[in-house]
């Protein structure tokens, strides 16, 4: 007899445990649901089963799937915000100003388009991922979302400074 070959037990745990996987599988009923990614993402949506934390201690981002509509009030309005500020910079650099945004000033001897595009969508990135991380502290001391708040008051005072050069105030 080989060495290495496994001898038949009658109380053979892993086989047990095998066995026990593979009933398990089979076990499934319906259709398998994570082939819906986009339904399934659409019903979580409209009914959420985590409100909160399932555990104390948890705080990860997978720790809730509902975030509160003040939170997308708040994201929407930094959005908004922020397509009128690439609006009203794209006026203001027609009218002889210039992009102080080291990032974006390479923009903007192209198309105002563009711009716009890539204003609202970088800005976009990171509202949404400050809105996940609302719950979180940073540095361990201060809610992520201060920062939200100070992005809104930042960019309605950036709209008051434009509209009061445009000399529409």
Do not use: Q
Not at 134 to 157: C, D, E, N, Q, T
């Amino acid at each position: 007899m080989e060495k290495n070959k496994s001898v038949p037990i009658l109380f053979n745990r892993r086989e047990r445990l095998a066995e026990g996987a593979e009933a398990a599988c089979e076990r499934r009923r319906g259709p398998d649901r994570r082939k819906h990614v986009a339904r399934a993402l659409m019903y979580g949506s409209l009914h959420p089963r985590r409100l909160g934390p399932r555990r104390e201690g948890e705080h990860g981002l997978g720790a809730i799937d509902w975030h509160h509509p003040w939170w997308f009030a708040i994201a929407t309005s930094i959005l908004i915000l922020c397509a009128a500020d690439a609006v009203l910079t794209d006026v203001l650099i027609g009218r002889g100003a210039s992009e102080l945004n080291p990032f974006l000033a390479p923009l903007i001897g192209g198309s105002g388009v563009l711009f716009v595009l890539v204003k609202i969508g970088l800005t976009g990135a990171g509202v949404v991922l400050l809105t996940l991380l609302s719950r979180v502290k940073a540095f361990g001391r201060l809610p992520v979302a201060l920062f939200l708040y100070a992005m809104l008051i930042g960019y309605g005072a950036l709209i008051v400074y434009e509209l009061g050069l445009l000399g529409w105030l």
